[in-house]
């Protein structure tokens, strides 16, 4: 399981373990917070294509879908 800060996730980097569409390498360009401090969205977009998507922060941490940096 991968650890993740909350706090450190904007602009972090992720590598597909499976790419879809030669989509393999992932930066997370938002992140919100509510008044607990609580992840309520969170947007990951492809490098090659800039193509956008709403996800889970918390999907990130499974091994077997997301290594963390660029590999």
Do not use: Y
């Not at 969205?41 to 090659?48: M, P, Q, S, T």
């Amino acid at each position: 399981m991968n650890k993740i800060n909350p706090q450190k996730l904007l602009n972090s980097k992720w590598t597909a373990v499976k790419p879809v569409k030669k989509e393999k390498h992932f930066l997370v360009t938002e992140v919100e917070f509510d008044e607990e401090g609580e992840v309520i969205h969170c947007l990951i977009e492809a490098v090659i294509s800039n193509r956008s998507d709403s996800i889970d922060w918390k999907a990130l941490r499974d091994e077997s879908n997301w290594q963390q940096g660029w590999k």
